[in-house]
């Protein structure tokens, strides 16, 4: 168990490895219920989330979900975030544990709409089930259909009797399902997924085997991809980012930089000479130090030891030969193309 | 090979010493903290270390960790299956996995590494 936020967090149950294919192979559960939660409500809703938040929530139907990111004045995130909307007058958002407190005081800092913020993180456990036969292994337990259920989409019912919030979302690069549940329901309702999958192979996962996941998935990780000095057109997230929709905290940042131009961008890497990249690890293109390691590790479906740097736009293109510095011995490495693995649909 | 007759430290190596050759390798409690070993980084015979110094590291799929040797001398051996198959060091850290052996320049120094019972005590875990 490790200290992850001030939550006791198991970084894995038995193997890492086993747990990181078996999510990859058939399905595996994941306990994140350290991940806060947020929830606006009240009839200007909508226009705090779109104020505090780069992508356009209006476009968001009811039982939506958008990937989005929480900036600061100065284009730096505060968060990247999932925005739920459940009703026209209720939005549910799901944020980083570590962040959650820095998230609510943002939010309710630039609350001068007619909305309600609550921190209501206590209020929600959350499970993750994650690969393959996750919707086998849910079905079981819900009277939802969720086969119809399309990606990125969510609805409220139950699992195994008890009230959840069941979404169609993942951190890992596979089809899956995240629910949302009391706190009281979920030592109960782990014990009856594990069973539900049983036949399976369901496997318990811990935090390792989500990191090594969505690494391989080329997901972004709060600390690490992003924080306060990197904007979302640095980290191959402008795609969160919707300058149209009207003005949103961080957009005048946002806007001098696409004019000014970046000078660093997110790139993905492999490994040629032996040796792992790791987080934090120089990153050096003939002889000079140029950029640095977000994440690294290797990665358990590919085989090889993957990982995301930044660099100099002019050379955060893929096919480039950079070297990581490991350990004080200069590696070769290849700049390549993200994802690293994308699911065969 | 018992892990009860090897010699200890606090950063999890051990030693088994076999007339002037300390043979070295990381313990249970270390292979299991790590989890699925993937990469073994070793110094090449011939390489002079000291009690104490870094002599390479293992890295699992989650972090790397620094090895220190718990002996000095000079390194003569260096195991051939590790750069192949490193996840003997999850399976038999105590046997097929060990890690260097070292030719002692000091034989009184293995003495005063933790004995088995210390170690244990040291990490708070029944097994070795």
Redesign the interface.
């Known amino acids: 168990m490790i200290d992850f936020g001030g939550w006791d967090m198991p970084?894995?149950y038995a193997?890492?490895?086993e747990e990181?294919h078996a999510v990859r192979q058939r399905v595996g559960l994941f306990d994140v219920s350290h991940m806060g939660e947020i929830e606006i409500r009240g009839p200007q809703a909508l226009d705090l989330v779109n104020y505090v938040t780069t992508n356009d929530a209006a476009k968001l139907q009811s039982g939506q979900a958008q990937y989005s990111g929480l900036l600061y004045e100065h284009g730096g995130f505060v968060d990247d975030i999932l925005v739920h909307k459940v009703t026209e007058d209720y939005y549910f958002l799901c944020v980083n544990a570590s962040n959650q407190d820095k998230d609510y005081a943002h939010v309710v800092a630039h609350n001068q709409f007619e909305a309600t913020v609550e921190n209501a993180g206590a209020r929600y456990a959350q499970l993750a089930i994650q690969g393959p036969r996750a919707l086998d292994t849910l079905q079981k337990l819900t009277p939802i259909a969720l086969a119809p259920m399309r990606y990125y989409h969510f609805v409220d019912s139950k699992v195994s009797g008890a009230p959840a919030r069941i979404a169609r979302t993942g951190y890992t690069g596979e089809d899956g399902f995240e629910i949302y549940i009391s706190p009281g329901d979920a030592v109960r309702l782990w014990d009856e997924i594990v069973v539900a999958g049983a036949e399976f192979g369901i496997k318990p996962c811990g935090l390792?085997a989500r990191?090594?996941l969505r690494l391989e998935a080329a997901m972004a990780l709060y600390d690490h991809e992003i924080h306060a000095s990197i904007t979302p057109w640095e980290a191959n997230l402008g795609w969160i980012v919707k300058m149209n929709k009207g003005n949103f905290i961080g957009r005048h940042a946002l806007d001098r930089q696409k004019q000014c131009g970046i000078t660093r961008s997110l790139v993905g890497f492999e490994m040629a000479g032996?040796?792992?990249g790791?987080d934090g690890y120089e990153v050096c293109i003939g002889g000079r130090g140029t950029g640095w390691v977000t994440s690294g590790?290797?990665s358990?479906t590919l085989s090889k030891n993957i990982g995301l740097c930044y660099l100099p736009c002019a050379d955060a293109a893929p096919g480039r030969k950079i070297q990581v510095m490991v350990?004080g011995v200069a590696v070769d490495a290849l700049t390549l193309s993200t994802p690293f693995y994308k699911r065969t649909k | 090979m018992d892990p009860e007759n090897l010699r200890y430290t606090k950063e999890h190596e051990w030693v088994r010493v076999e007339g002037d050759i300390g043979i070295i390798g990381i313990t249970f409690h270390a292979q299991k903290e790590l989890?699925?070993i993937?990469?073994v980084?070793l110094p090449k015979a011939g390489t002079s270390t000291q009690q104490g110094k870094t002599v390479g590291?293992v890295?699992?799929?989650?972090a790397?960790s620094d090895l220190y040797t718990p002996v000095s001398g000079e390194v003569v051996e260096v195991n051939p299956l590790l750069a192949e198959s490193p996840e003997i060091l999850n399976t038999d850290p105590y046997g097929s996995g060990w890690l260097v052996k070292i030719k002692l320049s000091d034989p009184g120094e293995a003495g005063k590494l933790l004995t088995a019972a210390e170690y244990q005590a040291y990490t708070g875990t029944e097994s070795l």
């Open positions: 970084v894995q193997s890492l490895l990181h390792g990191n090594t032996r040796g792992i790791r590790g290797p358990p350990r | 989890g699925d993937v990469y980084d590291s890295e699992s799929v989650k790397v």
